[in-house]
Structure formats: structure tokens, C-alpha cells
């Protein structure tokens, strides 16, 4: 059993188990499902600067930056005892073009030669951390949510306007994978 | 019951002020001792262990997703919608209740401009950091602690929005 635990799950398990979270939420006590309104509660309880925006009673939110810890646990439980002693499964297609940035390391999610604090003081590593980390903050509370608010809750409650919103993300983001950073990786 | 829902609604001003700008919110007008909290670390923890073994918090599959060579997290996505809309009709249509017993409440979202602005740069900055907000903080739970950098850039971003709020087209 803990074998197969231990695989990549499919998107077929996956993804309802994401889409269960909804009415988990919902049902657990009136909550509607979403992330990124965590980055605003963090501003509003700890540096709110008499911004309209963030005067408000975050405590009401405490539940959400709960299902946050919540979340850090889950992944540090995942990364510790169900990890998958294979590299992770790709695209060839994808390892040559990362090759050609030198990007070789499959062995974390999350790629260290990209993610590393000494990268911070190289243009690439500014970009994709600082400015990338800076437009997800600023894009998603200025979309009103972001691919769990949106994406997930909005569509489910079929709400046209997190359809437009979603849109929008993957246009964003086809253009960025496939124009932008193409460039920003020669850097 | 219902009529003192009613009535809480109405005058409750710092309700319109979180419900800014957002979707994810407590809907509830019950208040509760700190611990019934604890349950959504539960559900979060579930959530956390689906976004690593699924690899959906992996920079490679965001790669691939936007590049159009794996199916893997549209799957993911799609069907996530498909269980949470299924979910929602049932809720609506049952009148379901929460485990307190009071009426689960969905407020229709106006469409502002924000929605196209916002979320065109909200996917550039997605495909960039290889992550949504929800996978940022997973990402750091399994060790990735160079993402702490892109979270507090991120709680600048949403700050600096904030701040400008009033001046942005919406």
C-alpha cells in the first residue's frame, strides 16, 4: 500500500481530491476555498499601515492561514515519507530545451539550480524569484483570487467572471513559458 | 435561523471590506472558540500531501502545462472542477447544511477589469515561479526554503496592491 502511495499520483486521484476541498470547506463551516487571500491576511495582521485594504478583522480569516499551515505540513509529510525514490517524469521534449539553459538537477519539485538564495544576486534568479513572486501577489489579489479562488471555487459555484479570470492566467502564462521566458533562461 | 442570518448581513461592513477582491471567505456568522479551527489544518494537511504526490507543485510540470506537452495538470485542474461543481449543485440543490447547521452561503462575483489585468499578470508570474499561491507554501514545506524569497515577494505584491488599490482600472 505504501508503495503505491509512495508513486506520482495520477490526475484522475489527484484532482478530485482537490475538488473535494470545496464542499469539505463549505460544509466544515460556511468556508469558501482559496489561497491566495492568505498573502492579504498576512499584510493585514502584520503591516496593515492604515491601508483601507487591509483594515479589517483578519481573525475572521484565522481558519485560512490555518488550512495554510495545514498545507506546509501536508507537503513536508509527503516530502518525507512518500517520496518517490525516481526523478520526476517529463516531457523530452521539455529536458532539451532546459538542458540548453542548464537545467539538469531533476531530483527536487522545485528546481535548485533556478531556486537558491545565491541565485537571488544573478538577473535570471532576481526575475524568476523576486519579480516573478512580486506579479503572483499583486496579480492574483488584483484578479480577486487565484487558481484556487478562481479556478476551483469560482468555477465550481460557475461564476463567469473566475472563467474570464482563469482565462486570463493561462494566457499569461502561455505567453511567459513560451515567449518570455525563453529569454529570461538565456540570462 | 434564517432570519437572523438575514439580519447579520446587513449592517455587517467589515464582511464588504474582506469580501473585497476576493473569493476565499468565511461566510459563517457563528463564532467559535479558537480550537474548531484546528479541523482545517486537517483538511489542509490532506490538500498539502495531494499537491506534492501529484507533483502539481513541481516547476516541470508548470513547464509542461503551459508548453502544451503534458496532459497531466489540466487533468488535474479539470477534474477538481467537475468535483467541486458537482459538489456545489448538490449543496445547493439538498440545502445542504454545515456541520453547525447553518445554511451554506454563495454570493454571485461581479466581473471587474481586475479579473483580466490582474490575471494576466498573475499567469505571467505563474509561469515564471513555477507556482500558484497555494503550491508556494507546499513548496516550501518540502524544504525548498529558497521560496521563502518569492512568498515575501509576494506579500509585497499584494501589499503594494493594496496600497494603489484605488488609483488601478477594476
Known sequence: MLEIIKQPWPWYIAGPIIGL???????LGNKHFGISANLRHICAACIPAKVPFFKYNW????????????????????????????SIELNPKLVKELAGYGITDYESLVPAQ????????????????????????????????????????????????????TISFMVGGFIMANIILPLIMTL | MENSTIVNTAFDTDHEVRAQDTICINESHLTHKWYHNIKYILVGILFGIAFVKAEIISWFRIQEMFRLQSFHMFGVIGSAVIVGAVS??????????????????????????????????????????????????????????????????????????????EKLPH
Open chain 1, 21 to 27: 476541498t470545496v464542499p469539505a470547506l463549505l460544509i
Open chain 1, 59 to 86: 481573525r475572521k480569516e484565522a481558519w485560512n492561514m490555518l488550512f495554510v499551515v495545514g498545507i506546509i505540513i501536508g507537503a513536508a509529510v509527503a516530502a518525507v515519507w512518500l517520496q518517490n525514490p525516481a
Open chain 1, 114 to 165: 533556478l531556486f537558491s538564495l545565491g541565485n537571488l544576486l544573478t538577473i535570471r534568479g532576481f526575475l524568476i524569484m523576486i519579480v516573478g513572486g512580486f506579479i503572483v501577489g499583486f496579480g492574483t489579489r488584483y484578479a480577486g483570487g487565484c487558481t484556487s479562488g478562481h479556478s476551483i471555487m469560482g468555477l465550481s459555484n460557475l461564476q463567469w467572471p473566475s472563467l474570464i479570470a
Open chain 2, 88 to 165: 456545489v449543485w448538490l449543496i445547493k440543490r439538498y440545502n445542504v447544511k454545515t456541520i453547525y447547521g447553518e445554511h451554506i452561503e454563495f454570493h454571485p462575483k461581479k466581473f471587474n477589469k481586475g479579473q483580466i489585468y490582474g490575471g494576466l499578470l498573475f499567469g505571467l508570474g505563474w509561469a515564471m515561479t513555477g507556482a500558484c499561491p497555494g503550491p508556494l507554501f507546499a513548496q516550501l514545506g518540502t524544504g525548498a526554503t529558497a521560496v521563502i524569497a518569492v512568498i515575501l515577494s509576494a506579500i509585497a505584491g499584494t501589499w503594494i496592491y493594496g496600497y494603489f488599490r
